[in-house]
């Protein structure tokens, strides 16, 4: 009777180490909180980075940042690190490159760049003794977006195309580390499907019924494509945004010119909801952060039918 007893346990026990050991482990999606944005943007735009300038300890830092994120995130360098270095003049000035491999045999050789700008003018007029321009609006959540983007598609594991994800440095000396990427990748003669940019996400507009806009909205189908996944209008037009030509303003254009394919930048703010564009005031408190949590969560799910798609859907426009 002990030894049928003591069988049976032995049974039970083989038997749960085996269903233990074939059960496939479940990936937890990634959500944003509003806590965890308002946390990045924080980090990025105190003053003890300085108004991350180009060649400072203050940018330095701020790359440092995104790095350890992109490693959090599961992404891998792209080039042999994760810094793309390039000459601002005499300074040494570098974008933070991180790489998520496609995994479908076919489309992994097309890629996605999702990317911001990290870098901001430095110092500013002085307003009641403050002079560094902090830079929280422009971009300090532009490039919390990307990091917040770079989670949660890190936390897929299976995206059929092969995403770049990409913070660029001296956008604000002439879009110089968006120029030297968009070329290095050019000369390496990469398939790019799309170039998504964000650029100052901090703030919502008023009274208009979407949440943000694209640059260049008539060069291509994307804000159609990205609505059809949203199933609802995420994206609008800024004529504002056509009036000044912001288009060709931020770091999209480098992509647009280099490959000739869709390249926007994804922004809710053409300057009409925002008084502080290159002000020391462009602070972390200036922003709304519910708003932003809720941007980029909308983005994510969006932004991952796109790169999942079968087909390239995003095209451009005849005229």
Request: hydrophobic fraction near 40%; include cysteine; proline fraction near 2%.
């Amino acid at each position: 009777m002990k030894k049928i007893i003591l069988l049976s346990a032995v049974l039970l026990v083989v038997s749960a180490c085996k269903t233990k050991v074939s059960k496939p482990e479940t990936q937890k999606d990634y959500t944003l909180t509003t806590q965890e944005v308002t946390n990045m943007v924080s980090i990025l735009a105190s003053d003890d980075l300085q108004g991350r300038d180009v060649g400072t300890a203050g940018i330095a830092e701020a790359a440092n940042y995104v790095e350890t994120n992109f490693k959090s995130a599961g992404l891998k360098p792209y080039f042999n690190s994760f810094r793309d270095v390039f000459q601002v003049g005499d300074l040494e000035a570098f974008n933070v490159v991180g790489f998520l491999e496609g995994q479908d045999e076919k489309l992994k050789n097309e890629f996605v760049v999702i990317g911001a700008h990290y870098d901001h003018i430095g110092q500013s007029k002085t307003v009641a003794n403050d002079s560094i321009a902090n830079g929280a609006n422009d971009n300090a959540a532009g490039t919390a977006g990307v990091i917040a983007l770079a989670k949660y598609f890190g936390a897929k594991k299976a995206n059929k195309r092969s995403v770049l994800f990409v913070t660029f440095s001296a956008e604000e000396k002439g879009l110089l580390g968006s120029k030297h990427i968009a070329k290095r990748l050019k000369e390496a003669d990469i398939d790019l499907y799309t170039m998504i940019n964000l650029e100052m996400i901090g703030v919502p507009f008023k009274d208009r019924d979407y949440q943000a806009f694209i640059t260049g909205f008539e060069k291509s189908n994307l804000a159609e494509v990205i609505n059809k996944h949203a199933g609802s209008k995420l994206i609008g037009a800024s004529d504002v945004a056509k009036k000044y030509g912001l288009f060709k303003r931020s770091d999209n254009y480098a992509f647009f010119t280099e490959f000739n394919v869709p390249s926007h930048t994804i922004s809710s703010c053409d300057l009409t909801n925002f008084d502080y564009y290159h002000h020391v005031d462009d602070e972390v408190d200036k922003l709304d952060y519910t708003f932003m949590t809720s941007l980029i969560n909308n983005l994510g799910p969006v932004l991952e039918k796109v790169v999942n798609a079968s087909e390239k859907e995003i095209i451009l426009n005849e005229n």
